[in-house]
C-alpha cells in the first residue's frame, strides 16, 4: 500500500472541506435570496467595471436596472438589454440594430435577475469573512460553479450585515477579466408593468430587427 504524505493528506482535506457547501455562506445567502424574491420589483442605477490587470484594461460604464420576477431591463449607454423571461432583446444604440433571442435560463451567464438565486443550482459557496464595502460591513462569499467549462471560474458577493441586501457582486473569467457590479439609489417593491420588458420597436424609427429564435 502507498503511504499517504502529509501534504497529501491537507490536500484531501482541503478538498473535502471546499467540496461541502458552507452553511455560514448559505444563511446568509438565504437571506438575501429571500429580500429580493419578496420585492414586487426594484430599480437602481448600475455601475459596472471591466478590469484586465495583464492587459492594461480599466473601464467602467454606468447605467439603470429594473427588475420585475424574472424580467429586467439594462439600460446602458452602449445597450439596452431587455428579458421577459422567454424572448430577450438586445438593443445597439450606435448601429440602431436589435437582436431578437429566445431566453434560454440554463446558458451560463448571471442576469440580474438571477444573481440572488444562482448558489442554488450549480454552484459551490464558500463563506470568506467579513469585510468592508465603502464603509460598510459586508460578508464576503464566493460562487465556485461545479462545471469547469463554466465562463466563469468564481463569483464574489458582498451582502450587507446590516439588511441582506448585495451590494456588490465580481466576476473572475478564464482570460483574466474582472466584472464588476455595483448598485445606489436603490428603489425597492416597485411595480412596473409588464409592457416595459419588451422592445418596442415603434420607438426606435429605422431600427433594423435581427431575429435569431
Known amino acids: 500500500m502507498k ?3 502529509l501534504l497529501m493528506m491537507i490536500w484531501l482535506v482541503g478538498f473535502a472541506a471546499f467540496s461541502q457547501n458552507d452553511p455560514q ?11 429580493y424574491r419578496n420585492m414586487t420589483g426594484f430599480s437602481a ?10 492587459d492594461g484594461i480599466n473601464e467602467e460604464f454606468g447605467g439603470k436596472i429594473t427588475v420585475k420576477g424574472d424580467m429586467y431591463k439594462l439600460e446602458m449607454d452602449d445597450q439596452i438589454v431587455i428579458n421577459n423571461g422567454v424572448t430577450v432583446w438586445t438593443y445597439l444604440p450606435d448601429a440602431n440594430e436589435v437582436n431578437i433571442d429566445t ?3 440554463d446558458e451560463d451567464e448571471i442576469s440580474p435577475s438571477k444573481i440572488y438565486d444562482a448558489y442554488k443550482k450549480g454552484y459551490k459557496y464558500i463563506y470568506i ?4 464595502y465603502k464603509g460598510e460591513p459586508v460578508s464576503a462569499i464566493d460562487l465556485v460553479p461545479n462545471n469547469k467549462d463554466a465562463q466563469f471560474f468564481k463569483i464574489k458577493l458582498f451582502v450587507s450585515k446590516k439588511d441582506s441586501s448585495l451590494k456588490s457582486w465580481t466576476m473572475f473569467d478564464k482570460s483574466g477579466n474582472k466584472y464588476t457590479y455595483s448598485f445606489k ?11 416595459e420588458f419588451a422592445f418596442d420597436a415603434t420607438k426606435y424609427p429605422g431600427v433594423e430587427i435581427i431575429d435569431l429564435r
Open 3 to 5: 503511504r499517504i504524505t
Open 25 to 35: 455562506a448559505k444563511e446568509i445567502l438565504d437571506a438575501m435570496s429571500a429580500k
Open 45 to 54: 442605477e448600475i455601475t459596472s467595471s471591466l478590469v484586465n490587470d495583464v
Open 103 to 105: 431566453y434560454n435560463p
Open 129 to 132: 469573512g467579513e469585510e468592508t
Open 185 to 195: 439609489n436603490f428603489k425597492e417593491n416597485i411595480n412596473p408593468k409588464d409592457s
